[in-house]
């Protein structure tokens, strides 16, 4: 009998977790299918099948070279990402290893900075990046990337650093580590794959941002996002285009997903139960 | 062999110290098929000018106002030319922010440019963007339900009229609706209509000394008729309706009639797109017999912002965009019914695009019949037809749009939508310093 319950239970759970899944999925599910309507199709209401048609995605490519943006995009996520460890490693190791008594205000504090509408900075952001020469530059998008989602990076490596026993790094500076290589050759090894899921979030985090990638670039250092937005038409229609778009340019960050989930969801539900 | 490599060095040079000398300008531009369509045509520019390359970054409409505005108002310097709009060129041009643009050739023939237009793009008489395509707005019908109906669509109909077209056309068991207008909020969305149509209801914004008009009897009169008219005649969920879904509901023959952008008129008559391509009739928008008519006014024009470090180029560029040369550029590779419409009495003029595209005399008609500078029936202190030429507009417009377009959802009252209209008027108007 118990078991049949937990079978029913099983079932039902499975179902359900299906169904949400699905749900979330949804949109973009009906974005890919829009991609191979024709215009005309694509406004005519909710169908879900298409006519097959590569017609939006030949149209896309034709407008402006995908390839640019992609480049751009790779290197804004992939170099934020860097730029971001390079920095949160050492942060969250003070913070989880030498905590002071403000250790967890500031971990508020900073978490703080995300909840400020990025409208609200528009402004001295835009004019430190004229006068610094860095509007439309790779390396300044690169730093703002960063500094959005450093918040972030320092909260979850905090937790992984948690994890680890501090017994493990006294260990190692009785051998004699220094502060350095204690991080380098002790912590980050025993750590990697919390670095890894953090990196794997932050790349998709960078790679979606589309506020500031959008305002800070024109053409050299405009990623995907800028592509995406430059397919809405106020006169004409366009979902269809925008719809193929929108595919190409979150195909390549869903393919990393798909192959990497194992450790996205470790990773944010490490240190989930204790 | 040294003196090939010496020669193939000095080539290099040669190349590289050209490569350097050449001028990269950045255009802003709107996704719509003339822009699209320039970008393919180029060619023919940088053949004139080898030294100067071309930049474009093409973005959605409400994100390009507000990266533009953000690049002007800073002077970041990031564009070099702009494609901004008949609301912006005077407010723009009288904050310095824009160049007048007085080099555009001996050949560029300014005087051609429609008088309204150039008009709607001048301050002081001194042109400060050059359209790139203009606009207004009239009446697209379908011819075969009017004559089911029994009706004759007059060139120049009345609101009456209208109404009572649409209350014979309406068919709702065959999907067929008397007419389409735009419902969804927003101040280049419905309130650029409902701002036109009731001019020639004998109303307007503000009076003479800035004061908000929204609790006058014209106002009551344009959106009780504006209601009434879509929730007897009008298309299921008109609220949420802007110029793109009337478009895609003309096309598939569920609007007896669209009053909306003259532009419009090149995409109902395209048979690729249109079920309905060859019942298409054209007239002005209607009026109330006081002299004006619900037509708007609208350019997509190119300025240079005076931050650019390369005016020269840029107007070069400009005077090619806007110029005779470049329709009869489009004309010979896409056909005269793909010329930019609505910039040069010349082409208005030219039999072969009169021939080509058959809204032609209707479209000019409805340019000419607006005029920016007295847009109403009564004194306003204000420039613009579907729109009030100050920085405040933006923002009021689209609440003001949010209002009535809940009015026609059924969500308030066409009194209540005015009253808060007339509220939100007087704060914005207070808060800017216009009235006390």
Request: a neutral charge; one cysteine or more.
């Amino acid at each position: 009998m118990a078991r049949a319950v937990t079978t029913q239970h099983k079932t039902i759970a499975t179902a359900a977790a299906w169904i949400v899944a699905l749900l979330i999925f949804f949109p973009i599910l009906y974005t890919i299918i829009t991609s191979f309507k024709s215009e005309q199709e694509a406004i005519q209401g909710f169908n879900l099948i298409p006519s097959g048609t590569f017609e939006s995605y030949s149209e896309v490519q034709a407008q402006s070279g995908y390839f640019k943006f992609f480049f751009n995009s790779v290197l804004l996520s992939v170099g934020s990402t860097i730029l971001a460890l390079l920095v949160a490693i050492p942060a969250a190791w003070s913070m989880a290893f030498s905590p002071s008594k403000r250790t967890k205000d500031i971990l508020m504090w900073m978490l703080s900075t995300k909840m400020m509408p990025a409208v609200a900075v528009l402004f001295p952001i835009y004019l430190i990046f004229r006068d610094t020469g860095l509007l439309d530059s790779r390396i300044g998008l690169m730093i703002m990337l960063m500094l959005i989602n450093l918040p972030i990076v320092v909260w979850m490596l905090y937790t992984y650093f948690r994890e680890i026993p501090g017994e493990i790094l006294e260990a190692a500076r009785m051998d004699g580590a220094s502060l350095w290589n204690e991080i380098i050759y002790v912590l980050t090894p025993m750590a990697v794959p919390g670095i890894a899921s953090t990196m794997l979030l932050n790349i998709i985090l960078a790679w979606n941002e589309a506020f500031w990638t959008i305002r800070l670039t024109t053409t050299n250092a405009a990623p995907l996002t800028a592509f995406i937005s430059s397919f809405s038409s106020p006169q004409g229609l366009f979902w269809a285009k925008l719809s193929a778009a929108s595919t190409l340019a979150i195909a390549p960050i869903l393919i990393m997903g798909w192959f990497s989930q194992k450790q996205l969801v470790r990773g944010l539900t490490f240190g989930a139960v204790k | 062999m040294k003196l090939r490599t010496l020669t193939l060095g000095l080539l290099s040079a040669s190349a590289l110290a050209f490569a350097a000398h050449a001028e990269s300008i950045t255009i802003a531009t709107v996704n719509n098929a003339d822009m699209i369509r320039m970008q393919t045509l180029t060619d023919d520019f940088a053949k004139a000018n080898p030294d100067i390359k071309l930049n474009w970054v093409t973005l959605e409409e409400n994100v390009l106002r507000e990266r533009v505005t953000t690049d002007i108002a800073t002077k970041g310097g990031q564009y070099d030319v702009m494609t901004i709009g008949t609301y912006e060129v005077p407010i723009w041009a009288k904050q310095s922010w824009l160049l007048p643009l007085d080099k555009l050739g001996d050949d560029y023939d300014a005087k051609d440019i429609l008088p309204a237009i150039a008009g709607g793009l001048s301050v002081d008489g001194k042109l400060y963007a050059a359209p790139f395509y203009g606009e207004s707005s009239f009446v697209m019908y379908r011819k075969d339900l009017m004559d089911k109906a029994g009706l004759k669509m007059p060139d120049a109909p009345t609101w009456d009229f209208i109404k009572q077209a649409a209350d014979k056309m309406t068919d709702r068991a065959n999907g067929v609706n008397g007419v389409c207008l735009r419902g969804k909020a927003g101040w280049g969305e419905n309130m650029a209509f409902l701002t036109a149509m009731s001019n020639s209801f004998g109303a307007r914004w503000f009076d003479e000394n800035w004061k908000p008009q929204f609790d006058q009897p014209e106002w009551k009169n344009t959106l009780q008729f504006y209601v009434d008219l879509m929730k007897a005649d009008g298309p299921e969920g008109a609220s949420s309706n802007g110029f793109n879904e009337n478009l895609a509901l003309f096309q598939q023959g569920k609007c007896g009639m669209w009053i909306d952008a003259t532009v419009a008129a090149s995409m109902v008559s395209d048979p690729k797109s249109s079920k309905v391509a060859d019942k298409v009739g054209y007239a002005l928008a209607p009026d109330n017999g006081l002299g004006k008519r619900g037509n708007w006014l609208w350019a997509w024009s190119l300025a240079i912002p005076a931050g650019t470090q390369k005016a020269d180029a840029a107007e070069k560029f400009v005077s090619w965009a806007t110029s005779k040369h470049y329709s009869e550029l489009v004309a010979s590779k896409l056909g005269w019914a793909s010329a930019p419409p609505g910039t040069r009495t010349s082409l208005y003029a030219n039999a072969e695009y009169q021939k080509a595209a058959p809204f032609a005399k209707m479209t000019l008609d409805s340019i000419n019949a607006a005029d920016p500078t007295h847009p109403t029936v009564k004194p306003v202190p204000y420039v613009g037809v579907q729109f009030v030429a100050i920085p405040e507009f933006q923002g009021l417009g689209t609440t003001v749009g949010q209002l009535f377009s809940a009015a026609l959802a059924g969500q308030s009252s066409v009194d209540d939508a005015l009253k808060q209209a007339q509220d939100a008027a007087t704060a914005a108007m207070t808060e800017g310093g216009y009235i006390k």
